[in-house]
């Protein structure tokens, strides 16, 4: 059964876009095209072979301008004598016999209701959207991968239509730089046939495993564990908390403690500070490497057994906590003035101000996580319930989550102005000590700035 063409969307209104474009392209299967004047109507609608459906704003009304969405889509629809369905938020003024009206405050529910039943969609034939013919696969899934055990395609689009071209076949052999000219391409994701997508994961995850565990050189072991990050990265967001996932990402959580626990500190923090590749994950290892000089220095055990376990849980805490924001700009982020002075649309900013509650949930059902891990993820922007950021230091969350927003704090400082081409650590301790005056946050920065040694000018 082949997927669904594409849905238009008509409205003006960013908040409304930003809601439901997402959630109509995830339940759908398809993808949303957004109009938001008269001009980009009529070339959205100029073809009705490439639409399945038009979803209009009834009446978008300011002081400057009205446009009449829907009473513009019918007379296009009426233009190009086909029948294509509307669905019009808010009531309208002609009659029509593919039209579904939604009231102005319409549930999301109310609307895959309304496009169901205009396009006869029941529950057999949702399922087979849901899992198309091909399955994309991002191309950075295939970075420590060296062959394929099945055929690999593009998708291109002609008249209209998806099509999909070999592009890899089953036993070609390739490298990470093959892949990479593919970006160059501006291509991010390559499919796989639906019934070859189960064995593709494993063949997937045992060569990058495999990659992870043999690679020993420290230069050449960042980038296979950034590689390896980003593709635990994509494999939380396309499966959520699978096999797959837990064994990806204990290998590389488990190379990146012994990387540090045998590296000395000073050669392993200038690899990383030089190595070009993703800031997500130079931050997440850097944030564990300071954290395995500040930990026996705190008061919570000090026999082997307990600092292994400490260290084991921050490192997996620093791999987890910011793994569902994939734009590093996003990272760069750390306090409600900054997320408000991002201009971001909004499923951005509900992104930032919910990951670490989402996260905290999703790891809940990782077998084996640390205990506790859970809980400093959840607050390790400061605040109790995980959702935004802490106004100020506060005592009142964990003593090791604590540490740990210092530590991240420190961090997220060093690699900004790594950017610029110049590390001040000095001025970074000038930020940070009239912010934390609470004890505890006083000790950690104290601890940090004996494990830099920042010199004075």
Not at 47 to 71: G, K, M
Not at 96 to 110: A, E, G, I, P, Q
Not at 277 to 292: C, V
Request: net charge negative.
């Amino acid at each position: 059964m082949k997927g669904m063409k594409d849905f238009i969307l008509l409205e003006k209104e960013q908040r409304v876009i930003d809601i439901l474009k997402p959630v109509l392209e995830k339940e759908f299967s398809v993808t949303v095209h957004v109009g938001s004047s008269e001009e980009e109507l009529e070339r959205l609608m100029a073809i009705p072979s490439t639409f399945s459906i038009v979803l209009a704003r009834n009446l978008y009304e300011t002081d400057d301008e009205r446009i009449y969405f829907a009473q513009l889509a019918f007379n296009k629809i009426y233009d190009l004598k086909c029948e294509k369905p509307i669905v019009s938020f808010g009531s309208v003024d002609f009659n029509y016999n593919h039209l579904r009206s939604l009231t102005d405050r319409f549930r999301v529910n109310d609307l895959f209701i309304a496009i169901k039943d205009l396009l006869d969609l029941g529950t057999k034939r949702m399922e087979e959207l849901k899992a198309p013919e091909f399955l994309p696969v991002p191309l950075s899934n295939f970075y420590l991968m060296t062959s394929c055990c099945c055929d690999v395609y593009i998708k291109i689009q002609k008249e209209g239509m998806d099509h999909y071209v070999k592009r890899i076949k089953m036993g070609d052999t390739f490298d990470k730089d093959v892949i990479q000219k593919y970006e160059l391409m501006n291509l991010d994701s390559f499919f796989v046939r639906r019934e070859d997508h189960d064995i593709f994961l494993n063949h997937l995850m045992s060569q990058s495993v495999d990659k992870v565990v043999k690679t020993k050189k420290i230069k050449d072991h960042i980038e296979v564990t950034t590689d390896s990050y980003g593709i635990s990265q994509n494999l939380i967001d396309d499966l959520g908390v699978s096999d797959q996932l837990v064994n990806m990402s204990n290998v590389t959580i488990g190379s990146m403690m012994k990387n540090i626990e045998d590296t000395t500190f000073g050669e392993l923090l200038r690899d990383l500070l030089k190595n070009q590749d993703s800031f997500s994950y130079k931050r997440s290892y850097l944030i564990s490497l300071f954290a395995h000089q500040i930990i026996p220095h705190m008061e919570w055990g000090q026999s082997q057994k307990q600092l292994k376990a400490n260290f084991e849980k921050i490192a997996f805490v620093s791999f987890f906590h910011d793994i569902l924001l994939k734009d590093d700009e996003l990272l760069k982020i750390n306090s409600n003035e900054d997320l408000a002075n991002a201009n971001l649309p909004g499923f951005k900013v509900t992104l930032v101000k919910e990951h670490a509650n989402k996260i905290s949930t999703m790891v809940q059902q990782f077998p084996k996580a640390p205990a506790g891990a859970d809980v400093i993820i959840r607050q390790h922007h400061g605040v109790i319930n995980g959702v935004g950021f802490a106004e100020k230091p506060s005592s009142n969350i964990s003593p090791m989550a604590l540490v740990f927003v210092v530590i991240e704090d420190f961090v997220t400082r060093l690699l900004i102005q790594l950017e610029t081409g110049k590390i001040s650590a000095r001025e970074i301790f000038d930020e940070l000590e009239p912010k934390y005056q609470l004890s505890t946050y006083k000790k950690v920065v104290s601890l940090l700035k004996a494990v830099v040694r920042p010199k004075r000018k």
